[in-house]
Nanobody
């Protein structure tokens, strides 16, 4: 089982990036993106059920980030627009073999597998 994240880079404030996370080895029911800035805890960024029927975002990225899936490619994306310096972090994709219940989609412990992380730097 492998999650391969890519798409990070350096971008100016106001710019856009699209992160990708390709899954292989098994089928997952739910995906999420988390991020971790230096000296900070891992933070929930977005989640989506594999069917794409439900998406979740914290207020900090709502309206700027969009999570989506491509079933044919077994890939989940994170489109990030209007980037801010405070979005600078290493972004990790996580995958769960089940759909989380209630509001637990934002808990990192609910995701069984993780990608290696891709670094996003937003300059002011």
């Amino acid at each position: 089982v492998q999650l391969q994240a890519s798409g990070g880079g350096l971008v100016q404030a106001g710019g856009s990036l699209r992160l990708s996370c390709e899954a292989s080895g098994r089928t997952f029911r739910q995906y999420a993106w988390f991020r971790q800035a230096p000296g900070k805890e891992r933070e929930f960024v977005a989640a989506i059920t594999w069917s794409g029927g439900r998406t979740y975002y914290p207020d900090s990225v709502k309206g700027r980030f969009t999570i989506s899936t491509d079933n044919a490619k077994n890939t989940v994306y994170l489109q990030m627009n209007s980037l801010k310096p405070e979005d600078t972090a290493i972004y990790y994709c996580g995958a769960s073999v089940t759909v989380t219940s209630g509001n637990y989609y934002s808990l990192a412990s609910k995701y069984n597998y993780w990608g290696q992380g891709t670094e996003v730097t937003v300059s002011s």
